[in-house]
């Protein structure tokens, strides 16, 4: 037989120079075939070359006959292909499925579109899924060109605005910096919004300046920078702007905000003492030690709720908190089991700390890996309970004892794991 060149692979062994199988050293006959390892060329009998391999990076669509060493060198990879095959299948009918749901979104309860976010939402829909039950798709329906107009009035007349309740134009509350100061210091960790002034800030900076005209009683508020953020990684930039509007509309964010608001009834207050309130039944004893260091759940549940944890976790969790947040209906018990849960995995390495100081690095280093010595972003340190002014603490290098990121790194355990928590507890 002559030599043959099997794609990227090896020159096949001329067959008619081998008397004996290198592996066994059988003498081929009609019992012991003649066969080519696939891998490495080398002619074999069948009896040693009985196992197969998928060798797709060759060019074969099939599993193919290797000899046995290749086989004992190579397995893992085939495993590896298996698992790949089978991940690549799951997430086609993931997203097939979520293709039926959003056809019928309005005729799902609200129950089993929280049961199918749990398992998941392909990144490809996300967004579509995002727009379609928070309500969104048709606010954006109902109000054709509004982004664009309102983005038209603060482009070209950057000192005066005027507003659907106001006929004559005014000088703009001072926004502009305070948003450019918050949008430098959101997510530089993450590519879209590493550049300063690039065009990811800048779409940043367009949705919140809209968003603050659109909505003058709310304006802007420190915090938003990061739910805007996250919205800009998985859908175009009007559609963020109008999930943005639901968000602070419908969310638990709104009742945080209305309590920075003059005149407002707080309720910010009512939302963490139910939520302190739940944790001192549940975990009275880590309530008692953070109390005994100086420490204050609220501080840290007050910054959970109003940044609907983007803040403070990895992204790919906060996506995955944010896929069931969304298809529950903004239900606020989604968010006490999420932070609960953060608590329930935080305990056991917060009993081992010497102090407040050592409680506020752990709850810092949520979000990240354990060699980077400062939180990439957010300005460093602890924030106030009724604002996200940040209160400086000396940088150091936090040990791996101390960092929390590594207890948060598996975005799909931690959304299984939180929602099994049961809801103790009801919320208007």
């Known amino acids: ?66 000899c046995d060493v290749c086989y004992q060198q190579n397995e893992e990879i085939d495993q590896n292909d298996d698992l790949e095959e089978e991940e690549i ?28 976010a749990k398992e998941g939402i392909p990144e490809r829909i996300r967004g579509d899924v995002w727009l379609m039950v928070s309500g969104a798709h048709q606010l954006k329906i109902k109000n054709p060109g509004v982004y664009e107009i309102v983005c038209k009035k603060f482009s070209s007349q950057p000192d005066k605005v005027e507003t659907q309740t106001q006929t004559q134009t005014q000088t703009p509350p001072p926004f502009d910096e305070l948003i450019k100061l918050d949008i430098s210091r959101t997510f530089p960790q993450v590519k879209m919004f590493e550049e300063l002034d690039g065009e990811g800030q800048r779409k940043l900076f367009r949705v919140l300046k809209a968003y603050s005209i659109y909505n003058p009683n709310v304006g802007y508020k420190q915090g938003m920078s990061f739910l805007a953020a996250v ?52 975990y009275p004893k880590l309530l008692d030690f953070m109390s005994a260091k100086g420490g204050s759940l609220e501080v840290f549940a007050n910054r959970w709720f109003t940044t609907l944890f983007a803040y403070d976790l990895p992204l790919p969790i906060v996506l995955k908190i944010w896929d069931v947040y969304f298809a529950s209906g903004f239900s606020l018990s989604i968010l006490y089991k999420a932070a609960l849960y953060i608590l329930k995995v935080s305990q056991t390495v917060i009993f081992t700390l010497d102090s407040l100081y050592d409680i506020i690095k752990y709850f810092n280093s949520l979000n990240t890996p354990p060699q980077t010595t400062t939180r990439p972003n957010t300005p460093g340190g602890l924030v ?45």
């Open 231 to 282: 919205l800009l990684t998985i859908v175009p930039e009007e559609d963020a702007f109008w999930i943005f509007v639901i968000l602070l509309k419908t969310s638990v964010v709104n009742t945080i905000l209305l309590n920075e608001i003059d005149g407002a009834e707080p309720q910010t207050a009512t939302i963490v003492e139910n939520f302190v309130s739940i944790c001192r039944t549940q």
């Open 89 to 116: 299948s799951d997430e086609e009918e993931s997203y097939q499925r979520w293709v039926v749901i959003l056809q019928y979104a309005n005729h799902i309860v609200r129950s089993q579109l929280e049961a199918n």
């Open 384 to 428: 106030s309970p009724n604002s996200l002014e940040p209160i400086f603490i000396p940088t150091t290098n936090i040990s791996t004892q101390l960092n929390g990121w590594v207890l948060f790194r598996n975005p799909d355990k931690f959304v299984h794991e939180f929602m099994e928590i049961p809801a103790t507890w009801s919320v208007s």
């Open 1 to 66: 037989m002559a030599s043959t060149l099997l794609g990227s692979g090896p020159k096949w062994v001329p067959d008619d120079v081998v008397r004996m199988c290198p592996l066994c050293t059988a003498s081929f006959n009609v019992f012991k075939r003649k066969h080519h390892c696939r891998l490495c060329g080398s002619v074999i009998c069948d009896g040693c070359s009985s196992q197969k391999l998928r060798l797709l990076y060759m060019g074969y669509d099939g599993p193919v006959r290797v």
